[in-house]
């Protein structure tokens, strides 16, 4: 279904790079043409470890929306524990998709809400492209690659670029390489029918 805007809500855990993501993610929307980019993180009480939320919006006109995204079309999961404790279908419009970090297959992830879902082991593709900073894996931009791959919304060329905007070098290039294993890699339940009108 078409709309004017794109509205994606991430669920992550303090210190899982979620903001930087999102932020990431507007990047590459504007280098694949989208007039309207934002990226937002959600400050509540967080601290290392605790559930939070970041949000993006794109769209081929300038947004004038700035609130929390409250319905949104596209739900990133960067850590599947949080489905115990957050219900991250919340809100979820029905035409909408959860993007989650896991091994698990599309069909065998429930959520409260049933929507369409993808699964990517962001994780393992992480690892796999070296993207390891003092033992912690650093799985946020990999996801990336699954979101291009589960959405068609973002192209991978577009999400390369701010990658390589973003992380420079060898760094850059690991990053890379950890997307387009995540977009190589991701399942997906139904293909997603979103656009931007």
Known sequence: MKR????????????????????????????????????????????????????????????????????PDVVVVLDETILKVVDVSAGVRPDGIVIINSTKPPESVQLKTPLNVATTNA????????????????FNTTILGGFSRATGLISMPSIEKALRSHFSGESGERNVHGARLAYEGTAVLNECTLACA
Do not use: D
């Open 123 to 138: 994780s393992g593709w992480a690892r796999e492209a070296g993207l390891i900073v003092a033992g912690s894996v650093l």
């Open 4 to 71: 004017t805007c794109i509205e994606v809500r991430w669920h992550g855990r303090g210190g899982q790079g979620a903001v930087t993501a999102a932020m990431i993610l507007a990047e590459a929307a504007y280098y694949e043409g989208y007039k309207g980019v934002t990226a937002a993180p959600f400050f509540g009480a967080e601290r290392r470890g605790a559930p939070i939320i970041a949000t993006n919006r794109f769209g081929w006109e300038p947004i004038r929306t700035f609130s929390l995204v409250e319905r």
